[in-house]
């Protein structure tokens, strides 16, 4: 996919919406984009392998042992909190329908804190909205 055309994309992303086009050129360099087919796992154990997922097109699931299943649609996201805080919780992401994720590794998560003012005000307010 053409950058102009990703970066576009992004824009449409909820979670990705008023990031500066650096900002968002960075987090295009810091992940990879992942393609999926309805009923595909994508991760297993996400906390556990220690990855942030972007969802942007698709729906999936995320079933954890110590509570229900949650939906999630383009511009949800998950795997925040066990980087952010070590939990280890075991879950399942799988694809409910066809879709498309950016997977950004442990290494590079922390690196966009770092250096990506729009990624840590957005993980911010996303996790209020959680506790709420």
Not at 5 to 18: D, E, I, P, S, V
Not at 55 to 76: F, K, M, N, P, Y
């Amino acid at each position: 996919m053409k950058q102009k055309q990703l970066l576009k994309r992004f824009q449409q992303n909820a979670f990705l919406q008023g990031w500066s086009r650096d900002d968002l050129l960075r987090l295009e360099r810091s992940s990879t984009i992942v393609h999926c087919d309805a009923n595909e796992v994508l991760s297993r154990d996400a906390w556990s392998r220690h990855e942030f997922l972007v969802l942007l097109d698709g729906t999936v699931t995320v079933t954890r042992a110590t509570s229900q299943e949650a939906r999630l649609v383009a511009g949800d996201h998950v795997g925040e909190v066990a980087l952010l805080g070590g939990a280890h919780e075991s879950s399942t992401v799988q694809a409910q329908t066809d879709g498309v994720a950016l997977l950004v590794s442990e290494q590079d998560f922390i690196s966009l804190l770092n250096t990506t003012p729009s990624f840590g005000r957005k993980l911010s307010e996303s996790l209020a909205l959680q506790v709420a």
